[in-house]
């Protein structure tokens, strides 16, 4: 089953902010050197080559492996097992993480208010994300709790930690493309078009770790501010 027949079409209720937030993500990556852009027209994704060091990456898979716990997944119309992983979210206010946040914020030009707490996602051999979007479905019901806080996601920022000895690319069907994990490499994606109206082309998978284990950090943007409306700092 492909997730994008479980889910009916829906508009996006608020394509103007994302289509601001697209052309002004869009400029900053073109105008980095670090940041190469894939050669597609059905999607915008950037790869930036060792965006995180050793040293960085090592530290955040003892974090991802301190409170990784079986990984949760939105209701997407059936019952079949869809996400095998473990996962959990760092302390963005964790001096070392904070510090890695801000640079990603500064790399893309989103507030941080912006930015959902970075998710680490640990892949041992056999397990695995089938095909989904990172943006959420307006058609359906946790919509009603995710619209009003924050919003639609608008880019996805993945790192990956290490490499595994085989297996666990992230492959875009849509586009005919996978990427190999590379320690330290970050990939970046719009989640909608250049126009604001969700990009169903952007549907991606991590494929089984055959051998080996795969670390990676996510951080997702919304379109409106997330972070005063889901977290109280202590």
Known sequence: ????????DAPNPDKVALLRSGAHVRRRLAADPRAHKVDTDLAEIWAVADFLNEEECTALIAM?????EPSKVLDHGTKEIWRTSSSGNVDRYDPFVHRLETRIDKLLGIPHLFGETMQGQRYQVGQ???SHHDFFHPSQS???QEGPAGGQRSWTAMIFLNEPEEGGATEFPHLGMGVRPQAGMMLIWNNVKPDGTLNYKT????TPVIKGVKHIITKWYRQNNWLEINTIKE
């Open 142 to 144: 946790y919509w009603q």
């Open 203 to 206: 549907l991606h998978t991590g």
């Open 128 to 130: 695995e994300f089938k």
């Open 64 to 68: 991802i492996d301190r409170t990784a």
């Open 1 to 8: 089953m492909n997730v994008t027949s479980a889910y009916a």
